[in-house]
């Protein structure tokens, strides 16, 4: 918790340099090709952008430690307000593939390590190559024209039809139960299934692959022969005792993947016209919008910190070893 | 393996609960209404702080101006104002409102309401501001009572009606009681409409789109067909948009599409692609500021290179029409007779010779992203190589180009672009992208010749139409005939909408967003 701050600030300064090093004039973009040197000049100034760098750089995270992340030179609104408003699609989208990639990549992982080199394990070796290797934007279409053009079995693009349940999280399938609004659930369960699906892909992938991995290391252990010396159930030794210890590194790694996700949100959201902080992420660089870029990068800084102190806190449950 | 028949049980199961959820997708879609997919988000619905084609449906469905841009031709039509009169020197124009526009609070719409809203322009300094911000004074706008407004120009102008449509009247009353912090109210109109449009805001949300209602009192009244609902949707992915309008998500998109995904959407029974021809020229500039690029014989050996044909018909596959000239084709002001310049290697070699001095590598600069751009830059480069002219692309986006096209020092060599219609008048063309007083601002050229701005000069003033159509043709002309850019064509919209869609009209400025004549049959 101690590298929370200075890491952030890292994080900003870094993202401050590189995004005013881009020769590119925000200003003159936003006033439009039309616009006059005084009507831009006056922009500038109103917008603080005529200081030096430097004194931008301290005002701004001046004004992040008083939670305002400045105005969209774009939206004309708080930074913040345009990110927490976003913050739910993604979240939802990130939470979802994660889910499902942990729930169906670590039995298969299991299958693979107890099963290995059976059909079952080579199959889901390709599976799990293809996954790190297909790019998401090209599954994304794949996916697009199979299910929701061929098919027709799932929508193409969008959150939800129509503009989704009265808002109390943001999101929408969560939303949808506490309001018992059933329409909105199912539409929202199935606009989520192929960006959740495109997201999951590599992720799952690189589950199984930890999985497999950890629970062959497990099984060859002497406490795993010594239990099945003792006549214990092989399903009970292979899900409670080699699980266990072979999870930390997929605990890890799922962490890194919540991460990860976030980021590859990005291109899946672009597809899918999901509307959510990587969509926002990719208008803001091509708009030149410093304030909305450092805004996204805190928060996805932030949260890539937070997910990985978590991560840490599991690690310590599963294997108290590690917190001596 | 009874866990991995537990485990595959569990899959199915999940399945079949997936399954359940799914449900088929279904066009829950009322009768009446009107889904359009837009490339562009509607990051905000503040019409005065914006002033491009790609969110000017907000702007047309939920605002009303003086006069109103409508059909192709454009024609300026008598909106909110019933009448209006331009004094003898050019500089007062006074315009009648009729009686019985009301916005959608159901307050009246007054003559203080066109006063507070030009005025707001000029204070945001954003959107529109700068076809007005050198004309009108602060404060020079009175309304002497509550149908009648008076613009006091600077100077004379018989530009300023044709830039009165930019002006989105605005509800004063309500928009003052939301101000916060001098900001004139900004905030709350990003994200709220204050207008008297033919639609009412009923929903928006930045990262979608906005909703709207039919406005049953709007001044103009309706006929018996007409939408009751729209929604306009961001939809940023070509492939989704054409994808969904194919699937029946959507029931219209934009007009620019390339012409694979037109001949896609033409291809299908459901569809119905409406063409006109739009006013939006595709050219590249040539920094005439710049040795060598000063020298007419360069600039014509430049213009001799470039394989228009090729360009038009292979690259493009003809769907546009080729306009030799800085001013459209379907505008008054264009030189009919003009001929331009043909792809003529031996007429480039000629005019190459008479150069005088060395031609450094030549720059040509694209705009990253727009494709067009770039396989115009590749083409040009290829005629270059044959004359024995070296030169690089550089495609940058348009908030770099942006930036560089107002500094003369880091402007490029020459940079593919298309000059968009902000108004229906030859001067958004040859009058803003050739005139001295525009060098570094709206003249990128950084072109200034004294006896082509004498015409520019003088059209802005004159009050007959048809004696400034003369000098703009003139003026056109001569900067053809001088190479002052490379001017290839002007667009064509190939506006994709499902059949049952009826009653779209298009114009060039707001491309067919503006809802009220249209109907679903």
């Known amino acids: 918790m101690l590298w929370f701050v200075p890491t952030l600030i890292g994080l900003m300064i870094i993202t401050f340099t590189i995004s005013h090093i881009i020769p590119a004039d925000p200003v003159a973009f936003f006033a439009g090709e039309n616009a006059t040197a005084e009507q831009i000049e006056a922009l500038r100034a109103r917008y603080g952008f005529d200081k030096p760098l430097h004194i931008q750089l301290v005002n701004y995270l001046i004004g992040v430690t008083q939670g305002d992340l400045g105005i969209s030179i774009y939206t004309q609104r708080p930074i913040s307000e345009d990110l927490l408003a976003r913050l739910p699609a993604t979240m939802e989208l990130t939470f979802m593939a994660v889910f499902f990639s942990t729930i169906v990549g670590v039995p298969l992982g299991v299958f693979a390590a107890v099963y290995r080199n059976s059909f079952l394990d080579h199959f889901l070796r390709v599976l799990t190559v293809s996954g790190l290797a297909i790019a998401s934007f090209w599954l994304a279409i794949l996916f697009q024209l199979l299910f929701a053009m061929e098919l027709q079995i799932t929508p193409l693009q969008g959150r939800i039809d129509g503009w989704g349940p009265e808002k109390i999280t943001g999101f929408f399938v969560l939303d949808s139960l506490l309001v018992a609004d059933w329409e909105s659930l199912q539409s929202a369960f199935s606009h989520l299934i192929l960006p959740t699906l495109t997201l999951a892909f590599p992720a799952m992938a690189t589950i199984v692959r930890f999985t497999r991995a950890g629970v062959l290391d497990a099984i060859n252990s002497n406490y795993v022969l010594y239990e099945q010396a003792m006549g214990l159930p092989s399903n009970l030794i292979i899900w409670k005792y080699v699980l266990r210890n072979a999870l930390i590194g997929t605990v890890t790694q799922i962490g890194l993947i919540f991460g990860i996700l976030i980021a590859g949100a990005v291109v899946v959201e672009a597809v899918f016209d999901w509307p959510g902080l990587g969509l926002y992420a990719v208008e803001a660089i091509m708009n030149s919008d410093y304030s909305a870029i450092m805004g996204f990068t805190l928060v996805t800084g932030a949260f890539f910190i937070i997910v990985n102190l978590i991560v840490d806190i599991l690690h310590g449950i599963i294997d108290p070893r590690t917190q001596d | ?521």
């Open chain 2, 1 to 521: 393996m009874k866990h991995f028949k537990t485990f595959k049980a569990l899959m199915l199961s999940v399945a079949l609960t997936a399954m359940s959820l799914v449900g088929i997708p279904t066009d829950g879609m009322a009768k009446s209404k009107f889904v359009f997919a837009n490339s562009s988000p509607y990051d905000t619905l503040d019409p005065h702080a914006i002033y491009d084609v790609g969110r000017v449906a907000s702007r047309l469905n939920m605002y009303d101006g003086l006069m109103r841009w409508l059909d192709n031709p454009p024609k300026l039509t008598p909106w909110l104002a019933e009448s209006y009169n331009i004094s003898a020197d050019g500089k007062t124009y006074t315009f009648k409102l009729r009686k019985g526009a009301t916005f959608h609070d159901g307050s009246p719409v007054e003559a203080k309401d066109v006063v507070y809203s030009i005025e707001r322009i000029l204070a945001l300094k954003k959107g529109a501001v700068s076809l007005f911000s050198k004309s009108i004074e602060p404060g020079s706008t009175q309304a002497p009572d509550n149908h009648t407004v008076v613009f006091n120009l600077n100077a004379a102008s018989s530009i300023f009606l044709a830039t009165v449509p930019a002006i989105h009247v605005v509800n004063s009353d309500l928009l003052k009681s939301k101000e916060v912090d001098g900001d004139w109210g900004g905030t709350w109109l990003s994200k709220n409409e204050a207008g008297s449009g033919s639609f009412e805001l009923t929903r928006y949300d930045p990262a979608i789109g906005f909703q709207a209602k039919r406005y049953a009192n709007h001044f103009m009244g309706w006929g018996d067909k007409y939408l009751d609902e729209i929604e306009f949707r961001t939809v940023k992915e070509i492939n989704s948009r054409v994808l969904g309008l194919l699937n029946g998500d959507f029931h219209g998109t934009d007009g620019y599409l390339p012409q694979d995904q037109v001949k896609r959407l033409k291809a299908d029974s459901n569809m119905n692609v409406l063409e006109e021809e739009s006013m939006r020229i595709f050219y590249s500039i040539i920094h005439n500021g710049r040795k060598p690029f000063d020298d007419v014989n360069l600039r014509k050996a430049l213009s001799y290179a470039f394989d228009y044909d090729a360009f038009i018909n292979n690259i493009l596959s003809g769907s546009v029409a080729r306009n030799p000239v800085p001013v459209p084709n379907n505008i008054w002001g264009n030189p009919k007779d003009a001929k331009g310049y043909t792809y003529d290697l031996e007429k480039a070699k000629e005019y190459l010779a008479k150069v005088k001095g060395p031609i450094p590598e030549i720059t040509i600069g694209a705009l990253a992203g727009y494709g067009q751009t770039e396989q115009a830059a590749a083409l040009l480069q290829n005629g270059l190589s044959k004359i024995g002219l070296k030169s690089k692309i550089v495609a940058e986006p348009w908030s770099v180009a942006s930036k560089k096209m107002r500094d003369e020092q880091q402007m490029y060599d020459m940079l593919w672009l298309w000059r968009s219609t902000y108004y229906a008048d030859p001067n958004n063309w040859v009058g803003e992208m050739y005139a001295c007083d525009q060098v570094g601002a709206r003249n990128n050229s950084w072109y200034c010749k004294p006896e082509v701005d004498k015409l520019l000069m003088e059209a802005r003033v004159e009050p007959d139409q048809a004696k400034r159509a003369a000098n703009y043709e003139k003026a056109a002309k001569m900067v053809t005939d001088d190479a002052g850019g490379i001017f290839v064509y002007n667009t064509k919209w190939f506006g994709p909408y499902n059949k049952k869609v009826k009653g779209v009209r298009f114009s060039p400025i707001g491309n067919a967003q503006e809802m009220r004549w249209v109907y679903m049959e």
